[in-house]
C-alpha cells in the first residue's frame, strides 16, 4: 500500500514538474492576439503588447490568417509595401525579408529592386535566384517561384481543344505592356490588353502569350483561349513585374 502511494505521489510530482515546463517553454503571447511575442517583433513586426497594432477592429493574428496586413489598415498584406522598398509585405514574409527594412542585406540595393532584377535581397554578395512560372493546364492554375520559395499561385484560363496551350520548357522571350489581340481576319478583337508576355512561337508564326484578360472571368475553371494563358488583371500586374526576359516557364 504504502509503495502504491508513492509511485501515485511520484506520478503527480512528474505531472507537476511537467506542467511547469510547458508553462516555462510555451512562447510568450503579452498582448494574446494569437502570434507570440517573437514572432510580432522579428517577423510581423508588430506590437507585442497591442493586440490589434494598427488599430482597425481586428487582432493582429486573425488578419494575418485572413491575408490582411496587421501594420496598414484596410489593405491585403499582398497590397502592403510598409518600408516603401518595392516589395510587398506578403513576398518580404515568404522570402524572408525585413518587413521594416527597405533593404535588408545592407548592400545599398533595395529589396524590391533586388527581387526585380533577380537577386537575393537577404545575401550581400551578388547571388543570381532563379526565377520559375509554372501552369498546370488540368488544374487552371499557375505558380510562380523565387528559387524555391512559391510567390503566389493564381487561377488562369488556358487554351481550348482545337487550340491548345503548348505544353513543354519555355521561356519568356518578350514583355509587351499593352498589346491588341484578333482583328479584321479573326472573330474576336482585344484592344489595349495590359501585360503580355510572349513565351514561344509555333513554325507558322503564331505567337503565344501569358497575359491579362479583361473579356471573360473564367478563370480557375474553363478553357477558352487561343493557347494563350489567360490572367486575371488584379492578379497579372504584379506577375508581369515580377518575370524578366529569360524567365523560365513550364506548362504541363
Not at 492554375?141 to 524555391?148: M, P, V
Request: aromatic share 14%.
Amino acid at each position: 500500500m504504502i509503495k502504491k502511494l508513492l509511485i501515485i505521489s511520484a506520478i503527480i510530482s512528474l505531472i507537476f514538474i511537467l506542467i511547469k515546463f510547458v508553462k516555462a517553454e510555451a512562447p510568450l503571447d503579452s498582448d494574446a492576439d494569437g502570434l507570440n511575442d517573437y514572432e510580432e517583433q522579428y517577423i510581423y513586426h508588430t506590437d507585442p503588447f497591442q493586440a490589434d497594432t494598427d488599430k482597425d477592429g481586428f487582432k493582429d493574428n486573425e488578419e494575418i490568417l485572413n491575408k490582411y496586413s496587421p501594420l496598414q489598415k484596410q489593405l491585403k498584406i499582398v497590397e502592403a509595401d510598409t518600408d516603401n522598398d518595392g516589395l510587398n509585405d506578403d513576398w518580404e514574409l515568404k522570402i524572408g525579408t525585413d518587413l521594416t527594412n527597405p533593404d535588408t542585406d545592407n548592400d545599398n540595393y533595395k529589396d524590391g529592386l533586388e527581387v526585380k532584377n533577380g537577386y537575393s535581397p537577404t545575401s550581400k554578395l551578388p547571388q543570381k535566384i532563379e526565377k520559375k512560372i509554372e501552369v498546370i493546364c488540368k488544374d487552371f492554375k499557375l505558380n510562380y517561384y523565387f528559387g524555391n520559395k512559391l510567390l503566389d499561385s493564381i487561377p488562369v484560363s488556358t487554351g481550348k481543344g482545337k487550340t491548345p496551350t503548348p505544353r513543354g520548357e519555355f521561356k519568356i522571350l518578350d514583355k509587351i505592356p499593352s498589346k491588341t489581340y484578333g482583328g479584321v481576319n479573326y472573330t474576336f478583337y482585344y484592344p489595349n490588353t495590359k501585360w503580355n508576355m510572349l513565351f514561344t512561337k509555333d513554325n507558322k508564326g503564331w505567337k503565344y502569350y501569358i497575359h491579362g484578360a479583361y473579356w471573360h472571368n473564367k478563370f480557375g475553371y474553363d478553357n477558352v483561349s487561343g493557347g494563350c494563358v489567360n490572367v486575371k488583371y488584379s492578379d497579372m500586374e504584379r506577375l508581369y513585374n515580377f518575370a524578366q526576359i529569360g524567365t523560365k516557364v513550364i506548362i504541363e
